[in-house]
């Protein structure tokens, strides 16, 4: 099949449930697995595009233990996540918050005026932050915590990832890449708009969509229907992935919960 025209196909994959926290996770948007032991959780707390001041990140275990809220708090509606060499970048509305990891502390604030709606956030092995605003369809490009103009006209833009030399993209049900010279190629087309990206490594994708879809996309461009929650109206929203474990940790959103799959 040519890349960029897709099919849904019936799963060859599927999703095996593990374990899930009580729903006391103050409406969880992100998870990001550091590798080293510790789940970051961006938690909303209150309107997800509010400058309220009632957000934060929380931390929490990858066996579903340990749960704390209060990590980083004062935050307004944080969404994606990326890990830097030892700090944290959060995209939080108008603002990329670096974290410092080692002191548990925020370090600095990135803002710049056109920033709207900043949702997801990934991060090059050069250190540069691609950051995607929802509200404007835009995504923005971060070095030297300069940020600058990438790509426009991305109706519906939100998840992003790095992988190699390209940034994959989910723009509504546009699954997409763009390489270095800003070339955009289609991947697939999603049946539901996505939000969140985890590359499997390779050539495949977990795509999610916020309604309570999670979809396994090859990259032949065939999309299989791994999860769908939608009925039962709990979210899944930007999920963190284990790629040596295959486990998917899924943020539920308003239903308050994170919970952990087995990729089969």
């Keep these: 099949m040519l890349c960029g025209l897709s099919a849904t196909t019936q799963a060859q994959h599927r999703l095996e449930k593990i374990w899930e926290t009580k729903p006391i996770v103050a409406v969880p948007e992100s998870v990001l697995d550091d590798g080293k032991g510790t789940l970051y959780v961006t938690l909303i707390d209150g309107d997800p595009w509010g400058l309220d001041g009632k957000g934060g990140v929380a931390r929490l275990k990858p066996d579903g233990s340990g749960y704390d809220s209060t990590f980083i708090t004062g935050l307004n509606a944080p969404k994606g996540m990326a890990i ?12 990329v918050v670096v974290i410092d990891l080692k002191k548990g502390a925020i ?9 709207e709606g900043l949702n997801d956030l990934t991060i090059d092995a050069d250190g540069t932050v691609y950051v995607s605003d929802s509200k404007t369809a835009k995504v ?3 070095q030297h915590d300069k940020p600058e103009l990438y790509l426009e006209h991305m109706d519906g833009v939100n998840g992003l990832k790095s992988v190699g030399k390209d940034l994959i993209i989910a723009s509504g049900k546009k ?9 955009v190629t289609p991947i697939a087309t999603l049946p539901q708009g996505g939000d969140g990206i985890e590359p499997i490594g390779n050539g495949d994708y977990l795509v ?4 309570g879809w999670i979809f396994y996309v090859s ?14 109206k709990i979210n899944a929203a930007d999920i963190g992935y284990d790629a040596k474990k295959r486990i998917v940790y899924v943020p539920t959103f308003f239903a308050k ?4 799959y087995k990729l089969q």
């Design 140 to 142: 923005w490009r971060i």
């Design 257 to 260: 919960t994170v919970a952990a």
């Design 208 to 211: 999610t969509s916020w309604s």
């Design 107 to 115: 370090e600095k604030n990135i803002k710049w005026e056109d920033a």
């Design 175 to 183: 699954f997409i890449k763009a390489d270095r010279a800003k070339k």
């Design 84 to 95: 830097y060499r030892n700090r944290l970048y959060v995209a939080d509305v108008t603002t």
């Design 219 to 232: 990259a032949n461009g065939q999309v299989e229907t791994l999860l769908n929650t939608s009925a039962e």
